[in-house]
């Protein structure tokens, strides 16, 4: 699995699809260390995310709106949307993290 570029610390991402510049769909096994976040800015862009946590747990906040994450859930939303992401445990969150980009 090669790795995938983010400028977040604390999340490793290792791709389940193909080179996202030929596809519109991007998936990545997600690894998420203890406590790390997306940030204190929330992100908005282009797209939709679809997150399904294997292990651990993680938390989204999704226009306001917190999303708390256990094994076996999942969450689907459009990206414009103000949005940001943590894994508030002391141990390792893995999830399937998929991005569709909009041209």
């Keep these: 699995r090669p790795d995938i570029y983010t400028s977040h610390t604390g999340i490793h991402l290792a791709g389940i699809t193909g080179p996202y510049d030929e596809f519109m ?34 938390e989204f ?5 917190l999303h708390v994450l256990k094994p076996g859930d999942s969450l689907h939303f459009r990206t414009y949307q103000p949005h940001s992401w943590r894994n508030p445990g002391d141990g390792l969150a893995t999830a399937i993290w998929m991005a569709l980009r909009m041209e």
């Design 25 to 58: 769909v991007a998936a990545a096994f997600a690894q998420v260390q203890p406590h790390a976040s997306s940030g204190a800015k929330p992100m908005s862009h282009g797209g939709e995310e679809l997150v399904y946590v294997m292990s651990g747990s993680l």
């Design 61 to 65: 906040t999704i226009n306001g709106r």
